[in-house]
């Protein structure tokens, strides 16, 4: 049996929800991106020690408003690779 993950990419958002702004106005920044990608390389490694075949994740770009920000997947993983 293969076990997969599929991940979103997004930068954590803590003004998210009903009382944040609407999603069209929240902005982030470099620093919230390379976080993103820093806690993917990290669900990446464990799921690699926890036995998960497959790591899948969604591909957008300059998304802006924090939701699936992590662009290129074979750039991003040349890292944990």
Known sequence: MRIDTNLLGAVAMPDAGLDGP??????????????????????????????????????????HEGYEV????GVAMTGPA
Do not use: K, S
């Open 70 to 73: 992590v662009g290129n997947q």
């Open 22 to 63: 609407p999603a069209t106005e929240r902005r982030y920044g470099r620093a919230d991106v390379a976080a993103a990608y820093e806690d993917l390389v990290a669900l990446a490694e464990v799921g690699d020690r926890l036995g998960y075949d497959t790591m899948w994740w969604t591909e957008h770009h300059f998304q």
